[in-house]
């Protein structure tokens, strides 16, 4: 079993920045995507970053690029979100996820196992 625990969710003003942080323990070893999900009220859970961990690559939603960087610390099993210039459309509760299947994008939900409990982000206009 894998857990994940999010933090770093708050509320904030539109042009603020944030940093989110996912912390996971268990069974790490098989990690290939680290990935975080947006989910508004009323709303699916939307993709907004994940990370390939053997190498760093990312991959953004459109909605984030240039705004928001993910980060991991393979030592650590960290991984971040460095949010920045923030929207009110940015508010949602914000889950850290891990993907274990070889050769998937990371932008796909369903390719994830293990979901973290969530942190709420409000960005006020």
């Known amino acids: 079993q894998v857990q994940l625990v999010e933090s770093g969710g708050r509320l904030v003003q539109a042009g603020d920045s944030l940093r989110l942080s996912c912390s996971a323990s268990?069974?790490?070893?098989?990690?290939?995507?680290m990935g975080w999900f947006r989910q508004a009220p009323g709303k699916d859970r939307d993709f907004t970053a994940a990370i390939r961990w053997r190498d760093g690559t990312p991959v953004y939603a459109d909605s984030v690029k240039g705004r928001f960087t993910i980060s991991r610390d393979i030592a650590g099993r960290k991984v971040y979100l460095q949010m920045n210039s923030l929207r009110p459309e940015d508010t949602g509760i914000y889950y850290c996820?891990?993907?274990?299947?070889?050769?998937?994008?990371?932008?796909?939900?369903?390719?994830?196992?293990?979901w973290g409990q969530g942190t709420q982000v409000t960005v006020s206009s």
């Open positions: 996820a891990m993907d274990p299947t070889w050769g998937t994008t990371g932008s796909d939900p369903d390719d994830y196992d293990y």
């Open positions: 268990g069974r790490t070893l098989n990690i290939y995507n």
